[in-house]
Nanobody, 126 residues
Framework: DVQLVESGGGSAQAGGTLTLSCVASGYTYNRQRMTWFRQAPGKEREGVVTIDQYGVTTYADFVQGRFSISKDVADPDTTLTLQMNSLKPEDTGIYYC????????????????????WGQGTQVTV
């Protein structure tokens, strides 16, 4: 079974930096899309940044230029890192790591229903 385990997060001042990590275990061929979502209190979950099996990244407009995603594939696990710079109070929320099924064709990268696997979430407070 695929498992996603997040770490990092915590509190930072506006303009500060935080780093989140997500370790994905259980994937066989590393042919999945992985995405960071976040959910602020009273708001819907929204996509932050996504990376496909080829390493191609797409950032939401509201984090473009401030956040950076990287992926390290070290058999058998994959580690996803989200570097968050120039944090704003509106970045506050629970951040979730999500992974698709392997070889899955994603029709909408920001649709949370497209992702089969989820981490437990980690709190970020700015």
């Amino acid at each position: 079974d695929v498992q996603l385990v997040e770490s990092g997060g915590g509190s930072a001042q506006a303009g500060g930096t935080l780093t989140l990590s997500c370790v994905a275990s259980g994937y066989t061929y590393n042919r999945q899309r992985m995405t960071w979502f976040r959910q602020a209190p009273g708001k819907e979950r929204e996509g932050v940044v996504t990376i496909d099996q080829y390493g191609v990244t797409t950032y939401a407009d509201f984090v473009q230029g401030r956040f950076s995603i990287s992926k390290d594939v070290a058999d058998p696990d994959t580690t996803l890192t989200l570097q968050m710079n120039s944090l704003k109070p509106e970045d506050t929320g629970i951040y979730y790591c999500a992974g698709s099924l392997e070889w899955q064709v994603i029709h909408s990268i920001w649709d949370s229903n497209e992702y089969a696997y989820w981490g437990q979430g980690t709190q970020v407070t700015v």
